[in-house]
């Protein structure tokens, strides 16, 4: 059943049967009503490929993932694609890799299916191979990077405070009477290097010296704990470390229960993101929530904002908040 058919049977023109289908004014009410239920007795099927050829407008959404394996993404990604869907786009998810390479053609084949906009999931992001890509490939699509952004005309971004949220969770440690507060975690984002930065600041400004271990594997049991055998070598004195993700920090209680140091009387753990892991670790990790729910609503409201024409701030920050669960101390009175 073509548009044409519905128009012969309605005894109008196949280009009122087409303002009907878009929604479009200047069409008698008593014509939209019989051209509509044409469309719903027929079980009529807009030609979304015909369509885009003479607007331009495919409805679809590239959105880029690392690694579709990271639960903190994924999550993210399913906020993003479930309010897309309800604005009326189509998400083509595409797993980029960690490697820019990767992310250059993967920016490259968005292009190739002419997608009018692109959301990217985290700030590995941002680094200047994908700049470069944006210009080249995208430089006429809005792109929206979530917990990251680059200075481009097209470009806009929505990020986690993750830097003032760790000084507080140092903060909030001493507070509870942890003295030796250690950091361990990957650095290869812009994110994990902030999440580093406010720990050293927080720190210092305390006067205390810094306990840092970085992170080459996604995982401790992938070394062997080795990373956290190596802090309790150069740092004994330690009894409490934020994780730079949640993940980190539910392994370390598998490693501090087989050597019999109690969570959290002895060692306060800490971790970012608020997974799911956080609630299901034996005790509950306590967490920096960097807001991914809000985050992914916001990334894909801004996108379709700015596909409709509307004014959007280039960077917005979201405040992270921690939450407090078994894994560190209850307040102590003094």
């Given at each position: 059943?073509?548009?044409?058919d ?10 009122t ?5 878009n ?6 009410p ?13 079980e ?10 003479s607007?331009?407008v495919t409805q ?17 990604a ?11 786009y189509?998400?083509?998810?595409v ?31 941002q680094?200047?191979?994908?700049s ?7 430089s006429?699509?809005p ?16 990020l ?25 975690g ?23 010296p ?8 996604s ?26 993700n ?8 598998g490693f ?9 009387e002895q ?31 916001m ?8 596909l ?7 960077r ?17 009175r003094?």
């Amino acid at each position: 059943m073509t548009i044409y058919d519905i128009a012969k049977l309605a005894g109008v023109s196949a280009s009122t049967v087409s303002r009907v289908v878009n929604g479009k004014p200047g069409v008698k009410p008593k014509t939209v009503n019989k051209v509509r239920k044409l469309l719903d007795q027929y079980e009529f099927q807009l030609n979304v490929n015909a369509q885009s050829l003479s607007t331009k407008v495919t409805q679809m959404v590239g959105l880029l993932i690392a690694d579709v394996r990271n639960a903190h993404y994924t999550e993210l990604a399913y906020a993003v694609e479930t309010h897309l869907l309800r604005s009326g786009y189509c998400t083509i998810i595409v797993n980029s890799g960690e490697e820019t390479d990767g992310m250059k053609s993967s920016i490259q084949m968005l292009r190739q299916r002419k997608v009018d906009g692109v959301i990217m999931i985290g700030s590995i992001f941002q680094n200047d191979v994908v700049s470069q890509a944006i210009t080249h490939f995208l430089s006429d699509v809005p792109v929206v990077i979530a917990n990251g952004y680059l200075d481009k005309e097209n470009v806009y971004g929505v990020l986690a405070d993750e830097y003032q949220g760790v000084q507080k969770c140092v903060e909030l440690l001493y507070e509870r009477r942890y003295r030796h507060v250690a950091f361990i975690g990957k650095k290869n984002t812009v994110s994990n290097r902030q999440k580093a930065e406010g720990y050293k600041n927080a720190v210092i400004s305390r006067g205390e010296p810094l306990r840092e271990i970085e992170l080459h594997s996604s995982t401790l049991m992938e070394v062997d704990y080795q990373p956290l055998k190596e802090l309790l070598r150069l740092y004994p004195e330690t009894d409490a470390i934020i994780f730079s993700n949640d993940y980190l920090a539910c392994e370390a209680t598998g490693f501090f229960g087989a050597r019999q140091i109690a969570v959290p009387e002895q060692m306060g753990l800490v971790g970012i993101n608020n997974d799911r892991y956080c609630n299901i670790s034996c005790p509950q990790i306590t967490t920096l929530d960097n807001k991914m729910a809000e985050m992914g609503l916001m990334v894909a409201t801004t996108l379709v904002d700015v596909l409709n024409g509307k004014p959007k701030a280039k960077r917005v920050m979201i405040l992270s908040e921690i939450i407090e669960r078994q894994s560190i101390r209850k307040e102590v009175r003094i």
